[in-house]
């Protein structure tokens, strides 16, 4: 009893020093003055953190009791649960305190040993500076969003900080897709199993569909089938939701801004793929700030893998942000920086910007089509070299960690792919359908259906993961595991 006490404390003592507990203890009067959190929020904030920093010390502190311990071991030892004993596991690895290997064979249980003299090439859960010069950025905004004190903004699609703000409290670091994403633990989150990441390409799901809206104003702005905005407009006519984060054109000329719709009316205006990155989690900011509980967030692989992470390894601070009700996928192959979304349409395709009706990727094509009907295509394969560094690292192309994926591939014209993930969205596709909003049939199994969808999705898989060993070895970080 004596030495639990005694390791109790010195958990509590570890974790009052850590870096992370002195930047947001210390920063209490930016924090205050920036106004985004409350004295109340921030004390909830810094109760979450202390509490969740003791006990990984005390699984640190057990580690180098026993001097080395397979998981069933350490359970035993520290007493919580499997699924927070191996997330703190894997925070400690990250922050480079402790070191996983295999037993004697490939079979046996990893064992886990302390680093007495960790050798940091980093400060653990720094600022996500070096995610942008290692071009791994993703452009979502959860850092924005997340940020205490305001110190990031989108500065030419990347965050910049703001030396003069910054307490250095590694909150964004945590929010972000591209520092640690572990998604064996954030798929389990999810679907309540644990998985193989390369032997399943489109993770697992419930249902899979085609599906089409039955409303005739959806139809008249949708990409494909208007799944996304039925899906919500069911939400907004049943007072399921108060807002959706989502993304706008702002003009003629294809550019696009984040935006939170309060309304079925403003979501029409929202409808179809843009195909250029833009920040859609700057909306959880924005959407605290008007006051909304309840949210629903469509948006691609990297953004919906930001606000699972954060539910996962800090899912205090999202809750500030409000409850979301319904996460909704879109399925992504890459995603264009602005300019080279322009040099696409117009040296490509041959269609100026404003010309631009609507844009598709369908068949191995990049599509423009102009506001005369005309079509213009040019082979994807020519253009993946202008998508986002970033896109090539990210081996999700059906959107794995959403309740309900919506896309195109393996559905005839004006039809979506559907694949229902998760209770939650069984339940709202389902009242959705039964209240006339869309209509569904199962996804064809032939091979222009569902096996294209997997084809494809182990294709970008089997490449990026590779790319993500050559970024290793080059020593950038970035792991799904």
Known sequence: M???LKNDLN????ALNSFRIRALFGGEKEILECGKLTREEWEKLLDYLVDDETERRKVLIALKSLGNATLSQLEQEVGISNFNLRKHLRLLEYEGLVERGIGENANSAPIYKPVLKPELSRTPFEKIKFIVDGKLCVDCGACVSFCPVNAITIVDEAPVIDENKCIGCGVCNVACPRTFLYLDLIREYVKGASSNLEQEPIASYKNALSAQTKKEEIKKVCQDGGIVTSLLTYLFDHKLIDGVLAVKKTGENWTSE????????????TAGTKYVITPTLIGLEKAKKMGLKKIAVAGTPCQIQAVRKSQVFSDNFQELMGDIALIIGIFCMEN????????????????SLENARKMDISKGQFSVHTKTGE?????????TSLAREACHV?????NELADISVGSIGSPPGWSTVLIRTERGKEVFQKAQEEGYLTSKPLDETETGLPMVIKLAKGKRKRNLEKLESKRAEGNYATYF
């Open 394 to 398: 990210c081996p999700d192309l059906t």
């Open 336 to 351: 264009f920086a602005y300019q080279n979304l322009k040099k696409i349409s117009e040296d490509y395709c041959k269609v």
């Open 258 to 269: 984040p935006v939170v719709i309060t309304n079925k009316e403003e979501l029409l205006q």
């Open 375 to 383: 079509r213009t295509s040019v082979p994807v394969k020519e253009v």
């Open 11 to 14: 958990a509590t003592l570890d």
């Open 2 to 4: 004596v030495n639990k």
